[in-house]
Antibody, heavy 124, light 107 residues
Framework: EVQLVESGGGLVQPGGSLRLSCAAS????????IDWVRQAPGKGLEWVGR??????????EYAASVKGRFTISRDDSKNSLYLQMNSLKTEDTAVYYC???????????????WGQGTLVTVSS | DIQLTQSPSFLSASVGDRVTITCRAS??????LAWYQQKPGKAPKLLIY???TLQSGVPSRFSGSGSGTEFTLTISSLQPEDFATYYC?????????FGQGTRLEIK
């Protein structure tokens, strides 16, 4: 059974840093892209970024709103993904989801597995 | 960036009703569209991908159609468990974007 479990959320001051983790199980992580999606309280879904699979050299993509501040990394040997968030702003307050696209093609890029999410609150 | 606009943003309906939600893209996206259902406090759930393909395990009362810039999600006969928020998503270019959501409530 595919599972994604996020952790690491919490309260952080503006300008601070936080690292989220996503523990993956039930599939071979190195063969899959993994994305992060966030949802501010009472708001819609916003794509944050993506790490591609081993075959694509683990390259990454980011939304403009987080580029230069957030970094996605992974350790396939630990079946884990990470979202390093620096220079946090109040508008980064959200539930952060780790999600798995079905496959690496655009036609298969839909998100068929989601974690339960972890809440990040940026406030003084 | 490709903008997705859902209509309506809010919909009130009764059990047994047929409802349709529309998603319009700011430029053509072929059939690279997915639909998700989200209930309060839960992660979104994939309903439909490639505009019209039903995800495994999703009831057949859900259907999707469209291509290019206009897409629809139809629920043929609303059930109590269908009251939720629905999002469309484009999967043809970065950044991946979602519609603003349609909240479906019980009348």
């Amino acid at each position: 059974e595919v599972q994604l479990v996020e952790s690491g959320g919490g309260l952080v001051q503006p300008g601070g840093s936080l690292r989220l983790s996503c523990a993956a199980s039930g599939f071979t992580l190195s063969n899959h892209y993994i994305d992060w999606v966030r949802q501010a309280p009472g708001k819609g879904l916003e794509w944050v970024g993506r790490t591609r699979d081993k075959g694509s050299s683990y390259t990454t993509e980011y939304a403009a709103s987080v580029k230069g501040r957030f970094t996605i990394s992974r350790d396939d040997s630990k079946n884990s993904l990470y979202l390093q968030m620096n220079s946090l702003k109040t508008e980064d307050t959200a539930v952060y989801y780790c999600v798995r696209p079905h496959d690496s093609s655009w036609s298969g890029a839909y998100f068929d597995f989601w974690g339960q999410g972890t809440l990040v609150t940026v406030s003084s | 960036d490709i903008q997705l606009t859902q209509s309506p943003s809010f919909l009130s309906a009764s059990v047994g009703d047929r409802v349709t939600i529309t998603c319009r893209a700011s430029q053509g996206i072929s059939s690279s569209l997915a639909w998700y259902q989200q209930k309060p406090g839960k992660a979104p759930k994939l309903l439909i991908y490639a505009a019209s393909t039903l995800q495994s395990g999703v009831p057949s009362r859900f259907s999707g159609s469209g291509s290019g810039t206009e897409f629809t999600l139809t629920i043929s006969s609303l059930q109590p468990e269908d009251f939720a928020t629905y999002y469309c998503q484009q999967l043809i270019s970065y950044p991946i974007t979602f519609g603003q959501g349609t909240r479906l409530e019980i009348k």
